[in-house]
């Protein structure tokens, strides 16, 4: 991905999450000095398995787990401190060094327990099937300027007034939301006081950061969450999450200027999942879902949920090569797809009497298309050991050939097992 004209790379999700960034942006770590998360927050789970260790990041990007990568949690993210700490505490333990080499953004906004308490209460009537890990609240109170950032901790006098007026406002809104919950003071005062002293440490302007890194032609992957329809302005909405998942994202959330993007790899599984609630076209009927399920260990990083499983969606790429400016794509889990005899990849939608070519702005409309199917060979052989695209089974060549034609941009990578060495360089 990486070369003397791209030296700033944004990887993005192209579905609806869950298509596999950690263990790409693990790979691609690999040659790079500088990864960046930009979005989101603890509702993201991104899996990398090393050896026979299974890791599961939320907030740190999976840059962490190469020595001499430097790793940044930008001012788009929403930040769940003790989550990070708890993150952190994980890797020590498994022989992972993050002593000076993690830095998260004083800018960034802090997810403090009444967020998530509001974010329970709301789910009981929105039912949009959200993480509960506090996002929306979050973003909510960024967006109407009453969020704390970390910098806030640099003055914990100020913080506590800040903190006073905010939990005294989730109160009103949880009695308002029907909710016995309630939020302490207390008990909110006292995390920022346990949180500062471990959190300011790594505080820093990191936007400037990555601006540097920009001007010495450093290595950069910008690791972002979730996946393009499921970003709050181009995703299904209301089934969406808070933040801009797209490339977009990438720049406002890691603090620098479009123009320093070089490259957008966006990442999709071979077949198509999805959490949570909100139409999904080529879901596949029963038992065949449950067979993608299974073999695809499709259960939520995060929440445990089971994902719902469906065939590729051709529209819903074409889509995120659009709104992403998708450069590549990363096919991951090709191997989940290695016992079907057949594999049917929707390469358009129907509605009606008519072609509907474009993803509808509207959910219910959404709900309605008829997904038009190509029927493909399945390859009956297992994959995970190809190294190289000649290793692969003409038919399984064929299968990601027509991905790429109905999705206009060139595959480069083909992750074919969850170990870090199964996976393919398109050369
Ligand atoms: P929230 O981000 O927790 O507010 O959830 C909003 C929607 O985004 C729900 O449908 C979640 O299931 C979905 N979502 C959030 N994070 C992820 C993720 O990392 N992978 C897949 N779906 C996610």
């Known amino acids: 991905m990486f070369d003397a004209k791209t030296t700033c790379v944004v990887v993005v999700g192209a579905q609806w999450g869950d298509e596999g960034k950690g263990k790409l942006v693990d790979v691609l770590a690999e040659r790079a000095d500088l990864v960046v998360r930009y979005q989101g927050g603890a509702n993201a789970g991104h899996t990398v398995v090393i050896g026979d260790t299974q890791f599961i990041l939320r907030q740190i990007p999976s840059g962490i787990l190469h020595p001499g990568v430097t790793c940044i949690i930008g001012n788009g993210v929403v930040l769940e401190p003790e989550n990070l700490f708890a993150e952190l505490d994980q890797l020590t333990q498994r022989g992972i060094d993050t002593q000076g080499r993690l830095y998260v953004s004083d800018r960034a906004h802090l997810v403090l327990p009444y967020h998530k308490l509001l974010d329970a209460a709301s789910e009981k009537s929105q039912k949009l099937g959200t993480t509960k890990r506090g996002i929306g609240p979050a973003y909510e109170d960024k967006f109407g300027r009453r969020g704390i950032r970390v910098t806030d901790l640099r003055h914990l006098d100020c913080a506590r007034a800040l903190l006073a007026d905010r939990v005294e406002r989730a109160n009103r809104l949880l009695e308002l939301m029907g909710s016995a919950e309630r939020a302490s003071f207390d008990l909110h005062a006292g995390l920022l006081e346990r949180l500062a002293p471990r959190l300011l440490p790594l505080a820093a302007d990191t936007g400037l950061l990555v601006h540097r890194a920009v001007g010495q032609g450093r290595r950069i992957l910008l690791e972002g969450a979730q996946g393009a329809l499921l970003d709050v302005d181009h995703g299904t909405y209301p089934y969406v999450t808070s933040s801009n998942t797209t490339a977009g994202g990438a720049a406002v959330g890691a603090g620098i200027g479009p123009t320093a993007i070089d490259g957008v790899l966006g990442v999709v599984k071979a077949y198509t999942t999805r959490v949570g609630n909100g139409p999904l076209p080529t879901e596949a009927p029963s038992p065949l879902g449950e067979r993608l399920r299974e073999l695809g260990g499709e259960f939520g990083a995060v929440t445990g949920r089971p994902r719902r499983c469906g065939w590729f969606d051709a529209t819903v790429v074409r889509y995120a090569v659009r709104v992403n400016g998708l450069t590549g794509l990363a096919v991951t889990k090709l191997d989940v797809l290695d016992t079907f005899a057949e594999i049917p990849v929707c390469t358009s939608y129907r509605l009606g009497q008519d072609d509907c070519e474009e993803m509808p702005a509207e959910v219910e409309v959404l709900a309605r298309v008829e997904p038009m199917y190509q029927v493909l060979p ?50």
């Open 378 to 427: 399945g390859w009956q052989t297992p994959t995970g050991g190809a190294r190289r695209l000649a290793d692969l089974p003409a038919a399984a060549r064929s299968y990601l050939d027509r991905l790429q034609a109905l999705s206009g941009v060139p595959v480069r990578y083909v992750s074919v097992g969850t170990r870090r060495d199964q996976i393919i360089e398109v050369k």
